[in-house]
């Protein structure tokens, strides 16, 4: 009999042990469920701003860098009259400015195109963030170790073409040709994909031209809307 007592008492410590240890599990197993939503929290709260102000800077950093590449190769020799006509009439009087829109035409897609391809080496390299903008201090956002983080491919490049007069003197006028390159790129984060647009201008050509522009002329754009043109 003190045997078979002895046994039961054994074997019900043994069930105690059994359910002692699964609610140690259970217990262990909420800490770190809320230690990984505190985490989490803390990331998206504190550190995801952080990081993506410095990924931000280093992408626009990236594609300025590109564009402007891109844009020395494909504007190399261009000219003033390389995009712009100015006709005059017989009296030596401008009748129109014109844009030489087949020109433009090939200058906005190759510009685009050598852009998106440049973008896209840079993007293979990655990112580099400090380690210390984990911490979510921003006094310690550029310190430690990088981490990079990838870039997925750019969404788009968009070339457009736009212009502006201003008064250069007595019977002259200052005629700007500006190229703007829009880049869609995106940045996977811990927190997420940052999606980031840049602009970049690009002084393409200017020209003083002599005599009096027509008011109608003076006050607009010669390129308009129809040179947006993508890759």
Do not use: W
């Amino acid at each position: 009999m003190a045997y078979a007592s002895e046994f039961r008492y054994k074997k019900s410590g043994h069930k105690k042990n059994k359910l002692s240890s699964r609610k140690k599990a259970f217990c262990i197993a909420v800490v770190l469920l809320a230690a990984l939503i505190a985490v989490t929290v803390y990331l998206q709260k504190n550190v995801a701003g952080i990081l993506y102000d410095l990924s931000e800077a280093s992408i626009r950093a990236m594609t300025v860098a590109a564009v402007n590449e891109a844009v020395s190769e494909t504007l190399s020799g261009a000219e003033y009259a390389s995009f712009v006509t100015v006709r005059y009439d017989d009296s030596g009087r401008i009748v129109a400015i014109e844009s030489n829109s087949l020109k433009v035409n090939l200058f906005a897609r190759t510009t685009a195109s050598v852009s998106m391809a440049k973008i896209s080496d840079a993007a293979a390299e990655g990112i580099q963030v400090p380690l210390g903008a984990f911490t979510g201090i921003e006094y310690l956002a550029g310190f430690g170790p990088k981490v990079t983080f990838r870039i997925i491919s750019i969404g788009s490049v968009a070339c457009s073409f736009r212009s502006s007069f201003a008064s250069a003197g007595i019977n002259q006028t200052l005629h700007s040709v500006y190229l703007d390159v829009e880049a869609a790129v995106s940045v996977v984060m811990p927190s997420g994909t940052r999606d980031v647009v840049t602009v970049t201008e690009v002084l393409a050509a200017e020209s003083v031209i002599v005599g009096e522009v027509p008011e109608a002329i003076f006050g607009t754009d010669i390129f308009g809307d129809g040179y947006r043109l993508g890759a």
